[in-house]
């Protein structure tokens, strides 16, 4: 447990230094993390058996971070049809021994898992408020984490999807999502009267309501994000992705939770934003 907590806090304490240094650094170190995330996925699915997946998803991985700098999006698109393209005719060739129902899953994963991590950049790159998103985005999914865990300790009682992952409860869940509500206002809270209150025209809003709603939604989506990483272990026998975090497992085992829901906050951040001009 102390290795785990250690670990954890000295997690939290880059993500905090790499959230104030210039955009292009956190996309290089979001590059390094999606790459990792994509080799630990092919070494647990046995995807990593084949040459041109392994190229194409590290490459894919290290693209992720920079699909918003272009205009259009065309690099972005063109990167997923890349993708699609080597995927399917690594299917072709050794079609023996890599069915469609794994091409399907490689692709999916080796999609969203990269895409979900650089979604942190596309929050932090953001014209207003970016630093703010990301942290709060990392905030919401982690305190539903260790709020569920806390609660599920003392208060479990009924399994909330045993054969996946045994130890969640309906009762973990639930105190996940209230922990993940309170850290979320009390982050903006605090983000108002220290950074809003002190601009000089003081012409932005923190807008409360929106912050609980998105807290609300995210904490149970980053669970399933989680759930469906713990299916991935499970169906291929693997106990972690990796071991490059002492008592957490891999890049992916410590990261599970941002599948899915960093993608959603960043879209819904961008069409409602948290933060609003008076």
């Known amino acids: 447990m102390k290795t785990r907590i250690l670990s954890s806090a000295v997690l939290g304490a880059i993500v905090v ?7 292009i650094i956190l996309q290089l ?16 699915t046995g995807g990593g058996r084949f040459r041109p997946v392994i190229v194409s998803s ?19 698109y063109g990167c997923v049809l890349a993708h699609s393209i080597v995927l399917i005719g690594t299917h072709f060739k ?16 080796t999609v969203i898992a990269p ?42 009682k009924r399994k909330l999807c045993p054969a996946i992952s045994p130890k ?36 932005y809003t923190v807008n409360y309501l929106r912050v609980a709603l998105l807290a609300m939604a995210a904490a149970p989506v980053s669970v399933l994000g989680d759930l469906f990483a713990s299916t991935v272990k499970r169906h291929y026998g693997v106990k972690d992705y990796g071991a490059i975090m002492p008592g957490h497992g891999g890049v992916m085992d410590r990261l599970d939770s941002l599948m899915l829901t960093a993608p959603m906050i960043f879209v819904v951040v961008r069409e409602f934003p948290l933060i609003i001009r008076n």
């Not at 230094?17 to 955009?23: D, E, S, W």
């Not at 170190?29 to 070494?43: Q, S, T």
């Not at 079609?95 to 999916?108: A, N, Q």
Request: proline residues 2%; aromatic residues 14%; neutral net charge.
């Open 94 to 109: 050794y079609h023996r021994r890599l069915s469609v129902e794994k091409t399907g899953l490689l692709f999916m994963l």
């Open 168 to 203: 969640k409860t309906v009762e973990g869940l639930a105190g996940g999502i209230v922990i993940s509500i309170l850290s979320a206002l009390a982050a903006a809270w605090v983000y108002q009267g220290v950074h809003l209150n002190g601009l000089q025209d003081a012409v």
């Open 29 to 44: 170190a979001l590059a390094f993390a999606g790459a990792a995330a994509e080799m630990e996925i092919l070494r647990a």
């Open 115 to 156: 895409v979900s991590i650089a979604a942190l950049g596309y929050l932090r790159a953001a014209p207003d408020h970016g630093t703010f998103y990301m942290l709060l985005t990392l905030l919401m999914i982690w305190q539903c984490d260790s709020g569920a865990y806390l609660t599920g300790t003392f208060f479990g």
């Open 58 to 76: 590290a490459l894919f991985a290290v693209f992720a971070p920079f699909f918003l700098a272009s205009e259009g999006r065309l690099f972005a």
């Open 17 to 23: 230094v790499l959230a104030f240094l210039p955009v």
